[in-house]
């Protein structure tokens, strides 16, 4: 989809579909809505409002056709005005892409909430480009018979000087964060078939954007990731150790690691999972996925941060060469774990990976990972799971998630869960049960960060929603590390 920002009225815009909005209660439209209104006969106002009783709730689409103009009037909800964020705006406009059939070509919009919300409008043509992309997502590389359902072209049109070169920035800004999400989608839900380690390393180093180097088994070993080699040695496919590397052409503010889970495939291992559970385990390898689109934003949008991505992929299978319950393996920084599950195996990994991280000397350690079953139970798919060793830093990132339109909700990490984590034959267990699960995954893989700020998000419930990812914390990393 072609998404661009024009200096024009949205009447002078040829299109199939012209989309404007109403605050929720709003009887007379003004601004850009009223001009539309106006222009066709005060059919909003008249109509649309008073005889259709459209009130404007926050996602409501009210579709107007023009007979004598041959398209159509999208009237969207933009909800109540003291509640309008401009993380709505994403939503409303991936509503209204997937509300176009398959006439609609071209569409023009409004640039929701520069007018009277107030808002800035670089952030909100950011939101309207994400939208827009979000909207016309689909993963059909396997189908044979596609449906050519698309929107070729989003247009904004904005006729202020000021608001329409801020809105320039900002859609370019929103292709950018839309083309990394629409990478990080592809990665999740291709088939495990075809992204295993050794594909998602050469993904990585084609199309990050950065410096990737990526070490064999071998070289894994010299490095002493044991605990990470244990997991995959039971599959035919050999693991890879990724890390990509951004540095700014001036001295970096700070320096900034982003660790993410790649397990291309999880089967349990030999304690294996249910059927249901390992259908859609191809979307283990969410946060390396999240890990490798943020990094190729980053690589285009330039802060002046040093940043990696870290990525120890493997997959969990069962075979005669598996890892068994009840070994116990060292990790790199020598702390021995008793195997209390295999299919616990994304924190055994991810201990060495956030050890490799710690060496690199960063400022500050993310690691993202669809970790636990128990927080997927806990937040369903709205919410993901939070917490980490420096309070302030949970809450900025939380806080960010909440501007950005991604939710996180911070998990204890009271001593009381780590209990269940200790082994009488090693220094810890890999895991201590289902109940409190979550927490208990966060207190082992806080054993292996010694003084780095660090921050663990559990993505279990929000990688993967109705048979699709979700992309889910690219956005966010983005927007913490550029602004």
């Known amino acids: 989809m072609l998404i661009k920002v024009v200096k024009k009225s949205i009447l002078d815009v040829k299109a199939d579909v012209i989309v404007v909005n109403l605050f929720e209660g709003v009887k007379h439209p003004g601004g850009v809505t009223g001009i539309v209104d106006n222009a066709f006969d005060n059919v909003i106002s008249n109509y ?6 459209f009130e404007g709730k926050f996602g409501a689409i009210y579709q107007l056709p023009l007979v004598k103009e041959g398209k159509k009037i999208f009237v969207v909800g ?15 406009t991936e509503k209204v892409v997937k509300a176009c059939g398959k006439s609609v070509k071209k569409v023009v919009s409004i640039l929701h909430g520069a007018g009277v919300a107030g808002l800035d409008a670089e952030i909100c043509a950011q939101m309207i480009a994400e939208g827009a992309s979000a909207g016309a997502y689909k993963f059909d590389r396997y189908i044979s018979d596609k449906k050519e359902d698309k929107v070729e072209e989003f247009i904004i049109a904005e006729i ?5 070169k801020k809105a320039e920035k900002g859609e370019e800004k929103g292709c950018i964060v839309a083309r990394s999400v629409t990478m990080a989608k592809d990665l999740i839900n291709d088939s495990a078939q075809y992204i295993y380690p050794e594909t998602l390393a050469n993904f990585a180093v084609e199309n990050s954007g950065v410096k990737t180097t990526v070490y064999n088994k071998e070289q894994i070993k010299e490095m002493g990731m044991t605990a990470f080699l244990a997991v995959g040695q039971g599959s035919v496919h050999e693991p890879k150790f990724i890390h990509m590397e951004y540095k700014p052409t001036r001295k970096a503010k700070k320096k900034i690691a982003l660790v993410g889970k790649g397990i291309t495939f999880d089967s349990g291992g030999l304690d294996l999972k249910p059927p249901a559970s390992m259908l859609t385990m191809k979307d283990d390898m969410s946060g390396a996925a999240a890990v490798i689109a943020t990094m190729k934003a980053i690589s285009e949008l330039k802060p002046n941060v040093e940043v990696h991505g870290i990525i120890a992929a493997c997959e969990n ?23 209390d599950n295999t299919d616990a195996e994304g924190r055994v990994t991810l201990a060495d990976a956030l050890a490799y991280a710690e060496e690199l000397e960063v400022d500050e350690i993310f690691d993202i990972a669809t970790l636990t079953g128990a927080c997927a139970v806990a937040f369903g798919s709205v919410v993901s799971g939070i917490l980490g060793n420096d309070e302030d830093k949970v809450k900025e990132f939380i806080k960010v998630g909440d501007e950005i339109g991604e939710r996180f909700w911070q998990l204890p990490m009271y001593e009381e869960y780590g209990e269940k984590l200790k082994s009488n034959i090693a220094d810890m267990k890999n895991t201590g049960g289902r109940n409190g699960g979550a927490s208990a995954a966060g207190i082992f893989l806080s054993k292996f960060i010694k003084d780095t700020t660090w921050v ?18 690219v956005k966010s990393f983005v927007k913490y590390i550029v602004g």
């Open 160 to 164: 202020d000087a000021t608001k329409f």
């Open 317 to 339: 299978m069962p075979s005669g060469s598996s890892y068994k319950p009840g070994d116990v393996i060292m990790s790199k920084i020598g702390k021995s774990i008793e195997i």
């Open 78 to 92: 933009l909800g109540k005005q003291a509640d309008f964020t401009p993380a709505k705006i994403r939503t409303l």
């Open 48 to 53: 649309v409002i008073k005889k259709e009783k």
């Open 456 to 473: 663990h998000i559990d993505i279990a419930g929000t990688a993967y929603v109705d048979d699709m990812a979700t992309g889910v914390g």
